[in-house]
């Protein structure tokens, strides 16, 4: 059936295809954090140490992700999105499923993988259809929607995930988790449908989009990875991308055993203070969006200017909250959440601007991008370094280990900070020959 462009018909659908990609994103989510939940009673039942840990957290994800991450974006680009995010959604759920069945820990680890399927075909599909279904000046509060499914997921996960693994043990939780999202797949696949790719023509005030390379003979697009990363804002978007998700994903893992090792809370008392903060985390993330998407019309720079606000409030709110002793649970809590409220300012202004400056054969491509770091940086070698730092600090510090390693990772966001401001300075140069068309079209 054709799509319609009366915005008032396409509205409904619009929000309802993302809610539903949001609610797929979320499960997803939630087995991709479960271990942190279950980090402890896996840990006892085969003997791990943290680095072990960390090992089994991330790395089967990890190697998976940064395997199909960029062919399967290329698939999406050329191909319906609708059916992908669909198949790997539900494949996805099915493998994490199997973790319920594992007898070792690298059995377990290689489920692990399950979670790359999901997210590697499901998440840069999903922004490329939700950039088709919202024009740019609604594009950031949009995708905020969606990514705020990952903090949901997340919150499920401290919350549902430490409730079921309290009362049924962490196997059942497992089973659970994969069951759900091979259920929400089918649904995805019967209710929802393709939006026309490319529908939204760049404004005025919306920088020139990178030009596509000449197709080859079969008509595929080549270097799409190159021609993403040639492109000055797109490059400089991906880096501080890296570190922030070094930093955020290492202290998401970890957190969980250090607000029980650290401050000595239980399993279900962890999870709900770790539940409020990544309720924080879903509320920051929607309300850069929305500001986002209001202050760029002032000044397009604000793209990048509200997640370089969030990173420079996030990380001393961060280190200051290792620095609480131990047992203050209070102060540590406020201090937690006001880290995660702003930790995730970064997020969806920076995948909107990767739609506005990437034109839409390669969006999915330049998400895969952005998640493959996050994939083999954050998520892999992420908490294996945390893990590794936390075992090399036993012994040669007072209190928990996990605190300076904790520490350590968070000053990757400076990093974060400088790439944001490099992006910055390329997209203003960009917008440049744009701005007094712009200003004579609002006159």
């Known amino acids: ?28 989510f939630m087995d991709r954090q479960i271990l942190a939940v279950l980090l402890v009673p896996v840990k006892a039942e085969f003997g791990l140490s943290d680095l072990q840990a960390g090992l089994v957290t991330g790395l089967g994800f990890a190697l998976t992700f940064g395997l199909i991450g960029v062919p399967l974006g290329r698939v999406a680009d050329r191909h319906e999105r609708r059916r992908l995010v669909a198949w790997c959604r539900g494949a996805g759920g099915a493998l994490a499923a199997l973790g319920a069945a594992a007898g070792s820990a690298c059995m377990l680890a290689l489920t692990r993988a399950g979670a790359a399927v999901s ?5 840069p599909a999903s922004l490329s259809m939700i950039a088709d279904l919202y024009p740019p000046h609604e594009r950031s509060r949009a995708m905020s929607v969606f990514t705020a499914g990952a903090t949901f997921g997340s919150l499920l996960a401290l919350l549902g995930g430490a409730w079921l693994a309290q009362h049924f043990g962490w196997r059942v939780t497992l089973a659970t988790i994969g069951l759900a999202s091979m259920a929400a797949a089918l649904a995805l696949r019967f209710s929802v449908r393709e939006p026309q790719r490319g529908r939204f023509g760049a404004a005025a005030a919306v920088p020139p989009q990178v030009p596509a390379p000449a197709p080859d003979a079969a008509g595929e697009p080549r270097g799409a990875v190159r021609a993403v990363w040639a492109d000055g804002v797109a490059r400089w978007l991906i880096v501080a991308a890296t570190f922030a998700l070094l930093a955020g994903y290492s202290f998401g893992v970890w957190n969980f055993a250090y607000l029980m090792r650290g401050h000595g809370l239980s399993a279900t008392g962890a999870g709900a203070v770790t539940g ?5 985390s879903l509320v920051g993330g929607i309300v850069a969006g929305t500001f986002t998407d209001r202050l760029v019309r002032r000044d397009p720079r604000w793209q990048m200017g509200v997640p370089i606000v969030g990173v420079g409030i996030a990380l001393p709110a961060g280190l200051a909250y290792l620095a609480i002793a131990p047992g203050a649970v209070a102060p540590a809590v406020v201090l937690m959440t006001v880290f995660s409220f702003f930790i995730a300012f970064w997020i969806a202004p920076t995948y909107a601007a990767l739609s506005l400056v990437v034109p839409p054969e390669r969006r999915a491509v330049a998400s895969a991008m952005v998640m493959i770091v996050g994939a083999v940086g954050g998520s892999g070698i992420g908490p294996v370094l945390t893990g590794a730092l936390s075992d090399a600090f036993s012994g040669r510090v007072d209190g928990d280990p996990l605190r300076p390693a904790l ?37």
């Open 1 to 28: 059936m054709p799509a319609t462009n009366d915005p008032v018909a396409r509205a409904p659908r619009a929000r309802a295809t993302l809610l539903m990609l949001t609610a797929l994103s979320a499960l997803a």
């Open 276 to 280: 409020l903060s990544a309720l924080g």
């Open 407 to 443: 520490a350590l990772m968070l000053a990757l966001l400076l990093g974060a900070a400088a790439a944001l401001a490099a992006a910055m300075r390329a997209y203003a140069t960009r917008l440049a020959p744009v701005r007094p068309a712009a200003a004579e079209s609002h006159a």
């Open 119 to 123: 997210d590697g075909g499901g998440a």
